[in-house]
């Protein structure tokens, strides 16, 4: 593979001579593909693991107390959960409350390595190896205040498109509800949230995109939203199914592992290991799966830069 196969940029020795080898390059659309990073997915799944341990890891302890052992929470009927609920609501909320605390930080540290993901499928060094760790954090650490406006503004977004559209389609809902009965308007109530979701769909597309922009361009949050609405709007429905088809395709491997371990839970020795094998497969699939849709948002506002600077570039030709 040659340098220009791989990245932006001159290929001229002279000029390789004169730049460091551990030098950040841009890779050309094509080679920014999940598969070629599965360090990257394997440094995220350890990131998500974490975080799963310190949420989860009060209210085993308060399991494990109880019983020392979780074979009560598999018992037909749920008694026993309902039970330790009930007796110890206290230690319950005290660490629902410390799991929503890491949730919530989580959110907003989690952009860094985010960002430091989609470095490590945006970038590397001119020896055409893969992008050090500490550079892709760099980069990570660069991203996080465009990404942190991003977080806000998209949040905000989602949330108006959702408020709004549960007033529509309770609204819609009463309108027809005279004219059509009551079967056929909630149908249509069903139909007109089902629309709202999608557009709340579209908007989170938007906010990838978005992301996508902070780290191939290095632009500011309002920027980097400009650029992904322009992208979004050249191919929506093609986007919108990428992102779709891989969401869809990532809840699958969750309910096989929810039904295989309710068949399996509560049970030690080889099931328990089993268990944990598979939920780790889980995660590792899902990260997978999200990582090859940012790099899938990566080459479509690559796609979107080239032919604007195409157009840019026909112009200037037509003037002269």
């Known amino acids: 593979m040659t340098d220009a196969g791989l990245a932006y940029g001159a290929s001229d020795p002279s000029l390789a001579v004169a730049r460091p080898a551990d030098e950040l390059v841009l890779l050309m659309p094509q080679a920014m593909r999940a598969r070629r990073h599965p360090r990257a997915i394997a440094a995220m799944w350890a990131w998500e693991t974490v975080l799963a341990l310190l949420a989860s890891g009060p209210a085993a302890g308060l399991a494990r107390a109880a019983w020392r052992g979780d074979q009560p929470l598999w018992e037909a009927g749920g008694h026993a959960l309902l039970d330790w609920l009930w007796h110890d609501l206290h230690g319950v909320r005290a660490a629902l409350s410390g799991a929503e605390v890491v949730l919530v930080l989580s959110t907003v540290a989690g952009l860094v390595p985010m960002a430091a993901l989609m470095a490590a499928l945006t ?179 690559d796609g979107t830069s080239s032919k604007a600077m195409a157009q840019v570039g026909a112009v200037a030709l037509l003037g002269s």
């Open 123 to 301: 970038y590397a060094r001119r020896d055409r190896q893969a992008a050090a760790f500490v550079q892709c954090i760099a980069a990570g650490l660069r991203a996080f205040p465009p990404m942190a406006l991003l977080l806000v503004v998209a949040g905000l977004l989602q949330g108006l498109v959702l408020v709004a559209g549960g007033f529509l389609a309770v609204a819609v809902e009463g309108w027809s509800h005279a004219r059509l009965g009551e079967a056929r308007a909630q149908q249509v109530e069903g139909l007109v949230f089902l629309l709202v979701l999608a557009v709340a769909a579209q908007t989170g597309v938007l906010h990838d995109l978005a992301r996508a922009s902070v780290v191939r361009f290095r632009v500011t949050g309002m920027r980097a939203l400009g650029l992904g609405a322009r992208t979004l709007r050249r191919s929506p429905i093609v986007l919108g199914w990428s992102w779709a088809w891989r969401a869809l395709a990532s809840l699958a491997p969750v309910l096989a592992a929810a039904a295989v371990a309710g068949k399996l839970g509560g049970h030690g020795g080889f099931d328990l290991v089993f268990l944990f094998v598979l939920h780790q497969s889980v995660v590792v699939v899902r990260v997978a799966l999200r990582t090859s849709w940012m790099a899938r948002a990566l080459r479509a506002v």
